[in-house]
Each structure stands twice: as structure tokens, then as C-alpha cells.
């Protein structure tokens, strides 16, 4: 199968600090990717780099921003228009052709089309989020770039953003998210990469990432990632 | 970069507060400064007390100078009211109907013709700002009737010694008619001396016929000497170069280029922390649309907002002092210069700020000062410092708009043109540093 996303030793450096070293993967239409790892890990900003939102010092990746939507940590709204207006100016700024069928169909898929004419500030966090995710989405792109899209979200909104994810995955968009809630991985991931100071540390399945850290297949993976990483602190620290 | 634009209209316009601010801030101005300058402090309000009898004059030689003429030139330099007695105008001046008094004494005809000092009583009141105030601007008044008074008076005094030089009936009491003049007596006496056979009457008559000469000859100068003791020092004013701004009118160029320092900083810094404030610039900027154009949206949207209200506000004014209409053309260009480069800098101070509250906080911090030290006249401090402040605002946009927007509508110096460019210069300037300043932000 013919990877959708291709990412190609991608470093980022901000001064003397490495943010990120030589990071690379592949993922397919209708993969689940997450992106896991300690805080400072370079998460945010692979996303941000894959979304077009920052440079790389170095790499490749491909397609380009036009081909990707993103949906950054913070929902990039603006609270003074509504979900519908929201909706209407990214798609003229992305040169959606019918741009009415384009807030149309997103209005469905968030389940907001009976709040489209409500502004955004009165939105529930959730409801937000939801937007947030719609714009990256309104141009149809065929990869998905989500940054902690749960963060801030009660247990009820969150099974509902990650139903509208899995959805859209299964209609074969490339869905890639960072997470700190590991849970989320295990649950719905086809696929995990492990970030550590700036580097790839695992790219697997999930379970895959239990078996490394001797974790049992239905045992706890937050518990796995942090056994993991410190088995690979020890291995560097032997080595070295 | 339309869609933008609409979108920020849309924005603006659902921030009622500041809307409400945008239409009534230039309303309140223009309002106040037409009051302000209509009502202008030049001619304070002031009780006039005459106590002299009616037709009371001064005496000087064969002349008569009405004291009714000294308080008519006064009156002309105040708001007068003319009140009955000194005790009446105490009364007005304690309930603030006016804001002095002045009383002009009965016995003040008398001692001006017996040579003494005459004096005014002037009443004031309030605290010692307004004392101050007040007191330099009846003092202006008064000296200026006082100037005027001794002009009459001067003159009375050239006739009169005009009539002994040149002789005449001189309607002096006691001078006998046909008199004659000093001029005249040389030629008659030296006729007389001419018939006389040398001796002691004829030195004597050449005694007399010298003093007469010089006698005339020194009256004739003291007629210069009066002139000069009455103005001895007059003022010729050169301008070199450039033409005089009325402070009214340079008043209202200050408030017109204040307000379109604010609002159009203060929107572009907003407008431009807004998009980083709602999470949305590092969306926009992943390839929807470029650093230059944002900059571009957001300056030009401050831009045409302040211009909109600088120029309401420049026909506001114009109810209350009279501008060339004339030259509307060149505010339209002065207006539009100085826009783009306070939207500029705008944009510059938005590109630093992270938050709206901290853009226009920072906005109203820079332009504060920019506008004080602008207006720092020369002389009023030291040379260096003067020559800091005549860097700093060199090299913000302030005072280049002012000096553009005040060639406009009172074609003063220095010549519109230079300023257009120094303006166009900052823009650039600025509009290179938001640029930059956008790009470390991310």
C-alpha cells in the first residue's frame, strides 16, 4: 500500500536546543497514527511541522500543508463568528469550490448543524473542539494532523470526538494525533510512535509497544510507556 | 485577504464597545475642541467698574482725552460687563459670573493731568492656577488699553507743542490769540536786530534771538522723544520662512492627528494579537495566506478605520473654526500617508504582543509619549535633550503626520512633500520590522 504521509529524517532546531532528530515514518490512507511520549518529546511540534505551521531544519515531508488539515492544540476560532461562519472562512481561504456543501456536510459530521448560526464563544469546550477538528477537515484533505485534540474535554465529549475520528479514518483519511492520554492510543490507534528528546524511539502497534515493555495484552499502556522508556534509559545510559 | 477583511468588518462590528467608542471618541472631540476654541479664553469675562464722573477728561495742553475712551479699549479687549458700584462687582466676582474685576477710580482724570501715577484696582478670584491664568490675561488687556491710552494722549501732547512751534490760537485759557510761533520768531527778531545800531539792546536782542532758535529747534525733538517714550521699543516680526498657523487651527491639526494616532494603532496592534490571541494566526499563516498579506489586511482595515474617523472629525471641527475646504484634497493625502504608517507601527507593536489587553497596552504606552515629545517647543529644554526628542520623533510616525496633516489644512512649513516621504519611509521601516517581528513570534 502507498503510504499517504511520508515523514523523511525531519530535525528542527531552535538554536542550540534539538527538538527534533532525524524523525521518520510512513503512514496509509485510513491509518490511525498516535504520537505519544514525555512532555518536550517534540510532539507539537511534528505535528506543527507536518501541518505546515512551522519549518524544518532538515527533512522531508509529503504531501504539503495544502494536502494536510490541522487542528492545532488551542482551537483556532474565532469566538466572534459563528460555527457557520468559522466554517465558511476557512473554506474560502483554503479555495474550497462549493463552499456551501463544504459547511454543509461539516456541520453534519460534528453533529453542530443546530448550533451553525450560534457563536463559537458560547460553544461548549467540546462543541469547540469539534470546530476546531471541522476546519482542518473542510477542505477534505487526505491527511489529518491533531494535536492533543481531547485535551480539556470531559470523558462524554471525548467519546464523542474520538466516534467523529474514528469515522473519519474509516472513510480513509489519514488521521495522525498526539496524545498524553495514552488510553487513547491503545483504544483506538492502529498505530503508536514513540517521541523521546527529539527522537523516534518505537513506531508499532500498540501492542507491540505492551510486548517490548512486558506489559500484558490487556494490561495498563500507560504503564508499558513508562516502563519502556525507562528501559531504554537504562539500555543508553549501559551503552553509554 | 478580502475574506480576512470581512471578517475582521464583521468582528469590529460585534464589538459593540468598541464601535461605540470608534463613532462617539471622534464626536466627543471635534465637539469639545469646537467648544473649547469657540469659546475661547482670549476675552475673559470681566466686571468693569467706572467710577469716574460722566465726560471726565484728561487735560494736555490745548487737548482733551475722554477717561470714557480708556474704559471703551478696555472693554473691546475683554468680555466686559459693566457693572454700578465696586461692591456689585465683588459680588460677581465671588459667585464666578465673572472671572475678575476692574475698577476704575473717580479721581484717576485728575492725577493723570497732575503728572502722578494713576492706578486700577483689579479684583480676582479662585485657586492659583486659575489666579495665574487670569491675572496674565488681564494684564495683557490692561496693558494693551494702557498702550492705546497714552497714544491718545501723546498725540494731545504733539499738538499741543505743534501749536507753540508753529503758533496760531492755541485755546489754552489765559494764551492770548494770534500767537506767535517759535518758528517764527528767529526770521522777525533778526529783522529787528538788522534795524538795531550795535550797543547793549542789540547784544541783548542776539541773546534772545539764540535762545528762540534753540528753543525750536529742541520742542521739534521732543515731539520724536514723546513718540519713542510712549512705544520706545516697537516690534518687527520676520517669519523665515513658512506661513503663521492660528492656534486654533493648529489646535485642531494636534487633536485630528492625535486621534488617528490612536485609533489606527490601537486596532492594528488588536486586530493583528487578536489572530494570536484566538489560536487562528499559526493557521492562517501554514499557507492560507501570507506573513505580508495579514500585515497588509490588518493595517490597512486600522488604516481606513482611523482615516474614516480623522476626517469625521475634521468636518466636525470645521462647524467651529473655519478651515480651507479648498484644500481638502491634500488632507484626503496627508490623512492616507499617515495612516498607513501608524497602521505600521501598529502592526509592529501587534506582532510582539501575544494578547489584545498587552497590544494595547504597549500601544497606548508608545503613543503617548510619541505625542508629547513631539510637541516639545524649542527652548524648553536643553539643547541636547531637545536634540533626543527631535530623534525620537523623527523616527516614529507622529510627528511627520502632524507636520503633513498641518501643511494640509493650514499650509504651514514645512512643505507637505517632505513629510509624505518621511512618512512613506516609516511605513516601510515599520512594515519591515513587523514582518520580522512576526516571523520570531511563531
Avoid at chain 1, 52 to 72: E, H, K, Y
Avoid at chain 2, 217 to 236: C, D, F, M, R, Y
Amino acid at each position: 500500500m502507498n503510504a499517504e504521509l511520508s515523514v523523511g529524517a525531519l530535525s528542527k532546531r531552535y538554536g542550540t536546543l534539538e527538538a527534533l532528530h532525524e524523525v521518520s515514518f510512513n503512514a496509509h490512507p485510513g491509518e490511525l497514527v498516535a504520537v505519544i511520549g514525555p512532555n518536550g518529546a517534540g510532539k507539537t511540534t511534528l505535528l506543527s511541522i507536518i501541518a505546515g505551521a512551522q519549518t524544518a531544519s532538515a527533512g522531508t515531508v509529503a504531501p504539503g500543508p495544502d494536502r494536510v488539515g490541522w487542528a492545532p492544540q488551542q482551537p483556532a476560532l474565532y469566538s466572534k463568528l459563528s460555527v457557520a461562519e468559522n466554517l465558511e472562512l476557512f473554506a474560502r481561504l483554503e479555495g474550497v469550490p462549493d463552499r456551501a456543501d463544504a459547511v454543509g456536510r461539516m456541520l453534519d459530521q460534528t453533529g453542530l448543524r443546530g448550533r451553525a448560526d450560534e457563536r463559537v464563544a458560547r460553544l461548549s469546550g467540546g462543541n469547540r473542539q469539534r470546530v476546531n477538528v471541522a476546519l482542518g477537515l473542510i477542505a477534505n484533505p487526505p491527511v489529518l494532523a491533531l494535536d492533543e485534540p481531547s485535551a480539556s474535554l470531559d470523558p462524554a465529549q471525548r467519546e464523542r470526538l474520538w466516534q467523529f475520528i474514528v469515522a473519519l479514518a474509516a472513510g480513509g483519511t489519514t488521521v495522525v494525533f498526539s496524545t498524553h492520554n495514552v488510553v487513547e492510543a491503545q483504544r483506538y490507534a492502529d498505530r503508536a510512535i514513540v517521541l523521546a528528546d527529539g527522537r523516534l524511539v518505537f513506531d508499532g502497534t500498540p501492542q507491540a509497544l505492551m510486548r517490548e515493555a512486558g506489559e500484558a495484552q490487556d494490561g495498563d499502556m500507560e504503564r508499558a510507556l513508562v516502563a519502556f522508556l525507562a528501559q531504554r534509559g537504562s539500555r543508553e545510559e549501559t551503552s553509554g | 485577504m478580502r475574506s480576512l477583511f470581512v471578517k475582521d468588518l464583521l468582528i469590529l462590528r460585534r464589538s459593540r464597545l468598541l464601535l461605540a467608542l470608534l463613532i462617539i471618541y471622534p464626536v466627543a472631540i471635534a465637539l469639545l475642541i469646537g467648544f473649547a476654541i469657540s469659546r475661547s479664553p482670549s476675552r475673559p469675562r470681566v466686571a468693569i467698574v467706572d467710577e469716574t464722573p460722566a465726560g471726565e477728561t484728561v487735560q494736555v495742553g490745548n487737548q482733551r482725552v475722554s477717561v470714557s475712551q480708556y474704559a471703551d479699549q478696555l472693554f473691546s479687549q475683554v468680555q466686559s460687563v459693566r457693572v454700578g458700584t465696586r461692591q456689585e462687582a465683588i459680588e460677581q466676582v465671588k459667585s464666578g459670573s465673572v472671572i475678575a474685576a476692574v475698577v476704575i477710580p473717580p479721581d484717576i482724570a485728575a492725577k493723570i493731568s497732575s503728572l502722578d501715577r494713576a492706578s486700577l484696582e483689579v479684583l480676582y478670584n479662585g485657586d492659583a492656577l486659575e489666579q495665574s491664568l487670569v491675572q496674565s490675561t488681564l494684564n495683557s488687556a490692561i496693558a494693551q488699553a494702557n498702550s492705546a491710552f497714552s497714544e491718545q494722549i501723546q498725540q494731545a501732547a504733539a499738538k499741543a507743542l505743534n501749536a507753540l512751534l508753529e503758533g496760531g490760537n492755541l485755546s489754552i485759557l489765559g494764551a492770548p490769540q494770534n500767537l506767535i510761533g517759535l518758528h517764527q520768531i528767529p526770521p522777525e527778531l533778526k529783522a529787528l536786530i538788522a534795524r538795531q545800531p550795535p550797543g547793549r539792546d542789540r547784544q541783548a536782542l542776539e541773546r534772545i534771538d539764540a535762545f528762540a532758535g534753540f528753543a525750536a529747534e529742541n520742542l521739534a525733538l521732543s515731539k520724536n522723544v514723546l513718540s519713542t517714550v510712549g512705544q520706545p521699543i516697537q516690534v518687527k516680526s520676520s517669519l523665515l520662512h513658512g506661513r503663521r498657523t492660528p492656534l486654533n487651527t493648529f489646535a485642531v491639526v494636534v487633536a485630528v492627528t492625535v486621534s488617528l494616532m490612536f485609533v489606527c494603532v490601537l486596532l492594528a496592534a488588536g486586530g493583528l494579537a487578536l489572530e494570536r490571541e484566538e489560536h487562528a494566526l499559526s493557521r492562517l499563516l501554514r499557507g492560507l495566506v501570507s506573513r505580508e498579506a495579514l500585515l497588509a489586511e490588518k493595517g490597512s482595515l486600522a488604516a481606513a478605520c482611523a482615516f474614516v474617523v480623522a476626517l469625521a472629525m475634521l468636518a466636525g471641527v470645521g462647524a467651529f473654526v473655519t478651515l480651507e475646504w479648498s484644500r481638502a484634497g491634500l488632507w484626503v493625502v496627508a490623512l492616507v500617508f499617515g495612516a498607513a504608517a501608524f497602521a505600521a507601527l501598529g502592526v509592529a507593536i501587534g506582532a510582539l504582543a501575544r494578547e489584545v489587553r498587552a497590544a494595547s497596552l504597549l500601544a497606548i504606552l508608545m503613543s503617548l509619549p510619541l505625542a508629547f515629545l513631539a510637541l516639545v517647543p524649542q527652548g524648553s529644554v536643553g539643547h541636547g535633550f531637545y536634540v533626543a526628542i527631535g530623534v525620537v520623533s523623527f523616527v516614529f510616525p507622529f510627528k511627520a503626520a502632524l507636520q503633513a496633516l498641518d501643511a494640509a489644512v493650514n499650509d504651514a512649513s514645512p512643505a507637505i512633500g517632505g513629510s509624505l516621504l518621511h512618512l512613506a519611509v516609516l511605513t516601510i521601516v515599520f512594515g519591515a520590522l513587523a514582518r520580522l517581528g512576526l516571523r520570531q513570534a511563531e
